[in-house]
């Protein structure tokens, strides 16, 4: 089974300009998940989604963050205008959905890792 | 405020000793608890998941407990092997009708051979 997928692995750019990220799930893998890691913490939740829908994007900075899932499977987060706090690795999680209520594991992928000048 | 701390922060120990990792959240009304390892540049992998109604999950050498009523949970990694060296990181699940997680900020571990 093919693991999730990310790119690009590495992005470097200046402040104020503009970046996207990709995410391929699992397949089969209804809900997708982009957290943001700064170095030295833990991942912070940015925004969940279930197949198309959104379910928490209370965290997600959304005068310069947007992300979207077309039809359920790929996902892209993009930041415009990015600021220099925003440099850190931005995982893409995916775990299976068999109900509300019902937990699964999430399996991760590789990560982008952004720097901003 | 739902948050996760973990202790120590940085953990170096000799090949082959036993050691424990510590976790602990402050709502205590968590769905499950989950351990990962991350190792330099990579993602996350899950290691072990207790459901909130277990008291410990095992996997070969690691072991973690969960005591809901103090909020604390603790992986035990025996016999440590240089392999091992990473990031452990716990990751609390709360929610009713979907999965939000929180995630501790990491024990980095260094077993020296």
């Known amino acids: 089974e093919a693991g999730v997928a990310q790119s690009p692995r590495y992005k470097i750019i200046e402040k104020r300009q503009s970046v996207a990220f990709w995410c391929n799930p699992i397949?089969?893998?209804?809900?997708l998940y982009w957290y943001q890691q700064i170095l030295g913490q833990g991942p912070k939740l940015l925004i969940q989604?279930?197949?198309?829908?959104?379910?928490?994007d209370s965290q997600l900075p959304k005068d310069r963050f947007s992300a979207e899932r077309l039809k359920g499977v790929d996902s892209t987060l993009k930041i415009q205008p990015a600021k220099l706090e925003d440099s850190a690795v931005y995982l893409c999680?995916?775990?299976?959905?068999?109900?509300?209520?019902?937990?699964?594991?999430?399996?991760f992928g590789p990560g982008t890792r952004l720097l901003v000048l | 405020k739902q948050e996760v701390t973990q202790i120590p922060a940085a953990l170096s120990v000799p090949e082959g000793e036993n050691l424990v990792l510590n976790c602990s959240f402050t709502?205590?009304?968590?769905?499950?608890l989950q351990w990962f390892r991350q190792d330099p540049g990579k993602g996350l992998t899950s290691l072990l998941l207790?459901?909130?109604?277990?008291r410990e999950q095992t996997s070969g050498r690691l072991n973690a407990s969960l005591d809901k009523s103090s909020g604390r949970s603790t992986l035990y990694i025996a016999a440590s092997q240089p392999g091992d060296s990473a990031t452990y990181l716990c990751?609390?699940?709360?929610?009713?009708?979907?999965?939000?997680?929180?995630f501790g900020p990491g024990t980095s571990l260094s077993v020296i051979p």
């Open positions: 709502d205590s009304a968590i769905y499950n």
């Open positions: 989604f279930q197949n198309n829908g959104v379910v928490d």
């Open positions: 990751a609390v699940s709360y929610g009713t009708s979907y999965d939000k997680v929180i």
């Open positions: 999680a995916s775990s299976r959905f068999r109900g509300q209520g019902v937990r699964e594991t999430q399996y």
């Open positions: 207790i459901q909130s109604s277990q």
């Open positions: 397949s089969g893998h209804a809900t």
